[in-house]
C-alpha cells in the first residue's frame, strides 16, 4: 500500500533561520512522483514542486531546495532564510502512476507539517 | 485564466440532511478529483473521474456518498443523510491528463459543518 509519513506535526522558527521538513513516503511501484504543496492560511493548495522517481537529482528554486533519496525513500524540503510568510501547512503527496487512460493519479498526501515562522 | 471554482464556499447543515457540493473544473481540464480535508489532517482522496470512462470510487467512504459529472464539466458530490463526522473541508482538483503523470491544481475548497 502507499503511505506518505509527515513525522513533524509542527515547526516553529525565528525569521531567517533554515528549516527543514521530512517526508518519508512508501509505495511497491517503481515508477511514482513526489510533490509538494504549500497551503496558506487561506486554504488553498498550491503547488510547490513535483519530482519522478527516475530522478534523484536534487532541486533548488530561490530559497527553496528539495532533497530526494530513494535508498531512504525520503522526499526532504528545505526553505533558506525563512521568512513570515512562508507560515503554512506544508503537504508532501505520492501520486501513483498514470500511464493508462483509466489510471487516475490519485495524490496520496501525508499528515502536513505546520510550519510557523515568528519575526 | 480562471482556476478551479468550487460552491458554496462555506455550508452549515443539520445532522440527516442531503448536501450537494459544486465544483468548476478548468476548462479543457479532462480529469477531476474530489478530495476530503479534515481538521488538521491531510487530504483524503475520494473519486476521480476522466472523460467518459467509469469513474475510480474507491475513496468514497461509505454508500452516503455520490457524486457525477457530466462530460468534462462540472461535477457535483452528494452526501446523503449527513453525519457530524463529514464534517470537512471538501476540495476539488482538475488536471490535463498528460502522459505519465497528472499535475492536478486545486480549488478553494467548500467547508461543510454538520451540526
Known amino acids: 500500500a502507499q503511505k506518505v509519513t509527515q513525522a513533524q506535526t509542527e515547526i516553529s522558527v525565528v525569521e531567517k533561520e533554515d528549516v527543514t521538513l521530512d517526508c518519508v513516503y512508501e509505495t511497491r511501484d517503481t515508477t511514482y512522483y513526489l510533490f509538494w504543496y504549500k497551503q496558506p492560511p487561506s486554504g488553498e493548495l498550491v503547488f510547490l514542486i513535483r519530482r519522478n522517481s527516475f530522478d534523484e537529482q536534487n532541486e533548488i528554486s530561490g530559497r527553496y531546495s528539495w532533497n530526494f533519496q530513494k535508498s531512504t525513500s525520503s522526499f526532504n524540503f528545505t526553505i533558506t532564510a525563512s521568512q513570515v510568510v512562508d507560515s503554512a501547512v506544508y503537504f508532501c503527496?505520492?501520486?501513483?502512476?498514470?500511464?493508462?487512460?483509466?489510471?487516475?493519479?490519485?495524490?496520496?498526501f501525508g499528515q502536513g507539517t505546520e510550519l510557523s515562522v515568528k519575526p | 485564466g480562471a482556476g478551479v471554482s468550487q460552491s458554496p464556499s462555506n455550508k452549515v447543515t443539520e445532522k440527516g440532511k442531503d448536501v450537494e457540493l459544486r465544483c468548476d473544473p478548468i476548462s479543457g481540464h479532462t480529469a477531476l478529483y474530489w478530495y476530503r480535508q479534515r481538521l488538521g489532517q491531510g487530504l483524503e482522496f475520494l473519486i476521480y473521474?476522466?472523460?467518459?470512462?467509469?469513474?475510480?470510487k474507491s475513496g468514497l467512504p461509505s454508500d452516503r456518498f455520490s457524486a457525477e459529472r457530466t462530460g468534462e464539466s462540472v461535477s457535483t458530490l452528494t452526501i446523503q443523510r449527513t453525519q457530524q463526522e463529514d464534517s470537512a473541508v471538501y476540495l476539488c482538483?482538475?488536471?490535463?491528463?498528460?502522459?505519465?503523470?497528472?499535475?492536478?491544481?486545486f480549488g478553494p475548497g467548500t467547508r461543510l459543518t454538520v451540526l
Open positions: 473521474f476522466q472523460g467518459n470512462s467509469a469513474p475510480d
Open positions: 503527496a505520492l501520486s501513483e502512476p498514470a500511464f493508462t487512460y483509466n489510471q487516475g493519479g490519485k495524490l496520496i
Open positions: 482538483a482538475s488536471s490535463l491528463r498528460e502522459e505519465g503523470y497528472t499535475e492536478q491544481f
